[in-house]
Every structure is written in structure tokens, then in C-alpha cells.
């Protein structure tokens, strides 16, 4: 039976959301994609400015173009760092450009402790579909290391079940005789 398709989709500014997504797609043997937003870099004071208000006053950034197609895959797993308790802007850009293209869809979310509830909510309006599964990370729980097994959790819940491949004709039997096989 073929394997799912899946991809795991992520936008990170720090890195902790990419550490998650890549352990993610490894386990589910899944692509990756990274969303990157066009404009200005958003490391250092101005950049962390600037991904506040483009969250608090729900502004869109553009992307840079996506390497893999959403349309094509079984499941696409989305993850995204907490900014003021939403989901950030990047990837609800992504969202809203690719709401209308997945088939089965699954979140998770880092945060430092506040408002990662209302991220898994945003999500799935901005998707328009209820997850799978949900995985919701704290920084305390990537700095003392229990986030490996929830992280396992999750890729258990959210691996779809192999395939159906469609069943192939049976074959003409071509042993000789009468079909019977042969007393030893
Ligand atoms: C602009 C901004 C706003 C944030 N707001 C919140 C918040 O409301 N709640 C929270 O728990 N963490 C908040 N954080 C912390 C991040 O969610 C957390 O550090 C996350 O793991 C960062 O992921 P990244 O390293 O993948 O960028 C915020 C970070 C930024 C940059």
C-alpha cells in the first residue's frame, strides 16, 4: 500500500517552531515547507516590533512563493509560534491562501504560556476545517525535553492510514495440467 502524503508546513522566527516541524516530518516521513515572508528581516528589537502589530492590527504579509503544493497531499500539518495570543502572521497569510487546498489538516503551536487555546481556535476558522489532532508546546516544555513525547503522541494521532491502492487483476493461472499441484 502507497504511504500517505503529507507536509508539514511552519513558519519560525526563533527557531523553536522549526525544531518541532522538522521532528514533526521526520517522524511522518513528511515534506517541509517553510514559509518565508517578504519584506524586512524580523530578527533583533524592530523585527519582534514588527511582528506585534502586524498581529495585533491583523495585517497580512505577503510570502515568498511556496516550493509545495498543499492541493497534493493527504495530510498538511501547520505549526506556528503564539504572538499576542494568536496565530502569527505568516502563517495566517498561509492559511488564508491555502484554506480552500488541503484535505486533512493538523496544528501545533509553541508559546511561552499565554493564549495557545485561542491560536488552535484561530486556526481552524483560518482553515475552515477541525484538526486531526492538536499539539500545543511551551517553551519550559522544549527546554526540559518532555515535549519528545508529546511530540511522539501527536505523530501517532495524526498518521493517516496507508492508502488503498486499487486492487490488480487477478492473474491467469499458468501452471501447467490441470491446476492441481502435483502429489511429492
Ligand atoms: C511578537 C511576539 C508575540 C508573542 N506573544 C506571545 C503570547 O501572546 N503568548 C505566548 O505564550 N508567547 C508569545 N510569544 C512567544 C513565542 O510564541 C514563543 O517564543 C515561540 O516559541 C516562538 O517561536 P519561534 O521560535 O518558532 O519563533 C510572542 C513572541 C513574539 C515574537
Known sequence: MPHPRILVVAFSRTGHTRRIAEAIAEALGADLETIVPLGPP????????????ESLLGILPALQREVHD??????????????????SSPVRTWLRDNAERMHDVAFFCTCGGFGPDRVMRQMEQLAGRRPRAKLILRLRDLEDGSHAARVAQFVDAVRPPAREEPAAPEKARTSPGNGHRAAR
Not at 524580523?42 to 502589530?53: E, H, K
Not at 498543499?70 to 496565530?87: E, F, I, K, M, R
Open 70 to 87: 498543499a492541493a497534493v497531499y493527504d495530510l498538511v500539518v501547520v505549526g506556528t509560534p503564539t504572538w499576542n495570543a494568536g496565530v
Open 42 to 53: 524580523r530578527t533583533g528589537v524592530t523585527g519582534y516590533v514588527r511582528c506585534s502589530a
